[in-house]
């Protein structure tokens, strides 16, 4: 994972391996779901990056503000922690239950625009 687009159509992002994909949290668990559509999905990316039934996270991945603003995160940062993750799939997405860190708890100080 390189980055997360929130709009609808990316057209100026030059990865191969683009992926359209819909946000939301899981408010009883506090994960943040990501529903891949499948249908978005190259051959070479399923293989790549989907095989096995998971989905793994390298390095830990910080939220980009626009995503949080738009998941009601506000107050501290927040990042997809790494690990490997099941996927669950349907006939339409692959769908993963992301872990969520914050910042606030690892005591890191917020940066404040002025």
């Known amino acids: 994972m390189c980055k997360i687009h929130l709009e609808p159509s990316v057209q100026d992002c030059q990865c191969d391996n683009l992926v359209a994909a819909y946000l939301r949290l899981d408010p009883p668990t506090g ?3 990501l ?3 499948g249908c ?3 051959p070479d990316c399923r293989q790549r990056f989907f095989a096995n039934r998971s989905f793994r996270i390298e390095d830990d991945f910080p939220l980009p503000i626009p995503v ?5 995160l506000g107050g ?3 990042y997809l922690e ?3 993750y099941p996927l669950l799939e349907d006939d339409h ?3 993963v239950s992301l872990r969520l860190g914050s910042t606030a708890a690892l005591g890191v100080p917020q940066r404040m625009a002025a």
């Open 68 to 72: 949080m603003d738009a998941l009601n």
């Open 93 to 95: 997405f692959l769908t």
């Open 82 to 84: 790494r690990g490997d």
């Open 35 to 37: 529903h891949f559509l």
């Open 76 to 78: 501290h940062s927040f």
């Open 40 to 42: 978005s999905i190259s």
């Open 31 to 33: 994960r943040l779901l």
